[in-house]
């Protein structure tokens, strides 16, 4: 017994004065919809309470330690007049005085997202004040967003993993020209890997050649590149030849429609060709996501859709019928890195088939894909 008790005494003094996890940094910016956003860096994954005092909002981290040197990167016109840590025992505080009163932050606005690049640990929250006084805060804060985005500098050098859908043995769909959906997207990945590095982006393909690769080894890719974002590249096809237009999707378990069902299917069949090992690969990573991480993950990755469809819209590329942006549950997509599967167009459509193959309309898609990326928000 007494040994035991030596040995207890011996390790508890650790316990209390080391705490698991330690404060990076803290910081602000101002969010689309005038929101204002508030962002606490970890080295560890928080664990975390928030309450709203009167004209706060204080977050709970258990087991942190302060950042003595913690110096918040502020972003004028957000709701946050400044920020203050204090420690008691284990628990660190991060006290946010606001300038107006806020309502309880819903869980929906609330993201915590895993280490990429250089950043680590990040619980993200978006807010705007409470009450009607938000038209004057909009107007007021107009020139300051576009202010404070242009003297915002690119922390790091994003990295963007492109996946050229299908290859090898699997050709993907065929026009009736004989257009291999393989071939098409190849070719639309290696220019858009040309044009986004030339924008200063980090870029990898998933396959550079006509190789056959399973829906899971192209997820991970993206994980293994730590990417910031994973873009898959389709064509598609529909019994009636009629059917036009590009459609992007993003992974949801359940999907949107019956069309995006119909087309997860039809794009997740590619592994029937060879179906070791994903089963696997699957549950590891559906472990690995915590709910919220996936709530985050699904948010970031429905932002970029909805830009790129802006983009696409805006470069005049024929929309399919329907909402540009769906949900369904791609295999491909299935990872901790933000993304959306793209099908450019449809080659069961003979004059589509002529566009996807000629230069110049792959030159307009990577343009506009180009742009999307440029306006996705990548520091959160
Ligand atoms: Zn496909």
Redesign the pocket.
Known sequence: MTGLTAVIVAVLPRVAFAARNSLRTVRTGIQPGNKTRLVIETTERPSYSISYPANQVVITLSNTSANRSLVPAMAAGTLVNAITQAQSGDKLQIIADLAKPINEIPKSNIMLLSPNGDNDYRLVMDFSASGNAAGMVASANAKNTSSSQQSKTPARKYTIVIDA??GGKDP??IGKGGTK?KVV?LSVAKKLKDKLSAAGYQTYLTRSNDTYLKLAQRAEIGEKKHADLFLSL???ANPRRSMKGFSIYTLSEKASDEEAQKLAD??NA?DKIDVSGFEQFDKNIRIALSSLQQHAVAAMSVEYANGCATQFKKAKITQQPGPAVRHAPFAVLRSTVPGALI?LGHLSNASEERLLKSSSHQDKLVAAIVKSVQAYDFDV
Request: hydrophobic content about 30%; charged content about 25%; glycine content about 16%.
């Open positions: 859908g299908h993907g769909c959906e997207v389709h064509a598609n039809a794009e590619a099908e």
